[in-house]
């Protein structure tokens, strides 16, 4: 082939194949970019450093796939791995308040057959800022038989719906009726529950209430065998009246009986429950242990 056909077929390169190879020079670079985005993301997903969590907004980067896959249409078929870190999902989004996303977790803290899964819902609905999930709660809590709101609960399930109820009312989400019930659930959990990881965590939420309704039952529980138990009732207690009688159930009776107002010094401290600060003897003990050690004779 001669010169001139040579030109007539690739001449035009200078006017004409620079900018295509340049074209295609940016689209390789742009399809090599995707490649090894491609490749770093499931370098991340299979490496053992990479978060169950950010594994998870990648898997169900669309919240609507997340819902279907929590709560799906046929229980039966589904699979109860796939559910919970779609539960987890929607828990740990951004978006845990649109009215969607709280039905669902309301409706897998009540329904699911799983209790991790029912758990890993209720902590997500701890979350919110208003009163939604309190209605859940109590659902929950009060659950005896397949036949009400939500399946019955085993002890995690109450421990968490407890725990979650708690931090409901210190955000003042609990008022009139279902704070009663709240109160009514509480007394009877704290005295009667299987489960002494509930009992101990309900005798706790007695001291929200300020009632005359509850000393009762937290005099009832100083009795107890259980120390967990006992100290969380005086702790309580203690939260309630800024008093302390030391454990001692009588004198707990017989202060409460003569006091008008036994929540007069609410939030108190009292005197006897605070650290005592260390003596001259332990002060000296500490300057002798210090200077030994800096000495290197330790």
């Known amino acids: 082939m001669n010169s001139a056909c040579m030109s007539s077929r690739y001449g035009s390169g200078s006017a004409v194949g620079v900018p295509g190879r ?4 940016r689209l390789l670079v742009a399809r090599q970019s995707r490649v090894l985005g491609l490749i770093l993301l499931s370098a ?5 450093g990479c978060s169950r969590q950010v594994k998870r907004q990648w898997k169900y980067r669309s919240l609507d796939v997340a819902m279907q896959t929590a709560l799906p249409e046929d229980l039966s078929r589904s699979n109860a791995d796939d559910r919970r870190e779609a539960v987890a999902r929607l828990a740990e989004s951004g978006d845990h308040a649109r009215p969607e996303v709280f039905h669902v977790l309301d409706a897998v803290a009540r329904t699911d057959p799983v209790s991790q899964i029912r758990c890993i819902a209720i902590r997500g609905l701890a979350r919110y800022k208003d009163d939604r999930p309190v209605g859940t709660m109590l659902a929950v809590l ?18 968490e719906a407890l725990h979650t109820l708690a931090e409901l009312d210190q955000r003042k989400a609990l008022a009139g009726t279902q704070r009663e ?13 299987s489960s002494r990881s509930v009992r101990i965590t309900a005798t706790e939420m007695l001291s929200c209430f300020k009632d005359r309704a509850v000393l009762s039952p937290l005099i009832r529980l100083l009795r107890e065998r259980d120390f967990a138990i006992a100290e969380r009732a005086e702790l309580s207690l203690i939260a309630l009246t800024g008093k302390t009688h030391d454990f001692d159930a009588d004198a707990w009776e017989a202060w409460v009986a003569q006091t008008p107002d036994p929540f007069a010094s609410a939030g108190q ?14 002060k000296q003990q500490r300057a002798i242990r210090r200077a030994l050690r800096l000495g290197g004779w330790d």
């Open 22 to 25: 340049r074209i295609a020079g």
């Open 44 to 48: 991340c997903l299979a490496a053992p």
């Open 142 to 159: 009060q659950a005896a038989k397949a036949g009400d709101k939500a399946i019955p609960a085993d002890d995690d399930v109450r421990w």
């Open 181 to 193: 019930i709240a109160r009514d659930l509480a007394i009877r959990m704290a005295e009667f529950d």
């Open 269 to 282: 401290i009292p005197q006897t429950t605070r650290p005592a600060p260390p003596s001259w003897f332990e």
